[in-house]
């Protein structure tokens, strides 16, 4: 049996940039056809969209600003955990990603568990 470990898409698309009505359609349509794909070979975990602005909250003095965490191009949209024997194997299943078509980009981070202190 494969040992499987948990990894996180960080979803980014470019803050200037807009689908069409008719790529949004094909961009969720694709989505789940993958999403559909991962379910069925148990390596799917979860995922959640990010499309509202949020609150930032930066620095010692705890400073509040509304938008996003960003480069100076990108915003993360979406965060989609799943599982797969190692960095390559889910750099593998990240290309798959409907997203890339659209000039978007995914980061993947191995996800590890956080100890629990008592």
């Known amino acids: ?13 470019g803050l200037q940039q807009t689908l069409t009505p008719e790529q ?8 789940a056809k993958l999403i559909q794909q ?3 070979q148990g390596v799917f975990v979860g995922s959640s969209l990010i499309n509202q602005p949020g609150v930032v909250i930066s ?3 705890r400073t509040i600003s ?6 100076a191009m990108f915003r993360v949209v979406s965060a989609i955990r799943v599982k797969a ?3 390559n194997e889910a750099v593998e299943m990240a290309k798959a990603c409907p997203i890339l078509a659209y ?3 995914i980061e993947v981070r191995e996800v590890q568990p956080r100890p629990v202190l008592a």
């Open 103 to 105: 000039q978007g980009k």
């Open 66 to 71: 509304q938008g996003y965490l960003s480069d």
């Open 38 to 40: 991962w379910t069925e």
């Open 85 to 87: 024997a190692d960095l």
């Open 59 to 61: 620095g010692p003095s």
């Open 24 to 31: 949004q359609k094909q961009n969720s349509a694709d989505w």
């Open 1 to 13: 049996m494969t040992i499987m470990n948990e990894y996180v898409f960080l979803v980014q698309f």
